[in-house]
């Protein structure tokens, strides 16, 4: 059984930093892109970064783009989101997913999704 999860999450003021990980269990992770996801309170679940099976190409929302990093350690099946310069939009819970190829990693299909973690940034 595939499982997903998230922790790492917690309330920051705006402009501090959470590192997320997301660990995969079930199912090694090492030949799909990983993705992290968020839903914010009464929105949809949107996309918002993504990386490679191997690390070496990455994709992000432009609402996060130089101010989040996604990394990935093979070795310990997880994944892991760098946020910094967090703002109050950016409260939302957290999820991982991922998809053989990161050209689809819109459309997430490496398990079912998992509790997610709550990150709430105050102004």
């Known amino acids: 059984q595939v499982q997903l999860v998230e922790s790492g999450g917690g309330l920051v003021q705006a402009g501090g930093s959470l590192r997320l990980s997301c660990a995969a269990s079930?199912?090694?992770?090492?030949?799909?892109?990983m993705g992290w996801f968020r839903q914010a309170a009464g929105k949809e679940r949107e996309f918002v970064a993504g990386?490679?099976?191997?690390?070496?190409?990455?994709r992000y929302a432009d609402f996060v783009k130089g101010r989040f990093t996604i990394s990935r350690d093979n070795a310990q099946n997880t994944v892991f989101l760098q946020m910094n310069s967090l703002k109050p939009e950016d409260t939302a819970v957290y999820y991982c997913n991922g998809s053989p190829a990161l050209l689809n990693i819109l459309y997430p299909d490496f398990g079912s999704w998992g509790q997610g973690t709550q990150v709430t940034v105050s102004s």
């Open positions: 079930g199912r090694t992770i090492s030949s799909y892109a």
């Open positions: 990386i490679s099976g191997s690390g070496g190409r990455t």
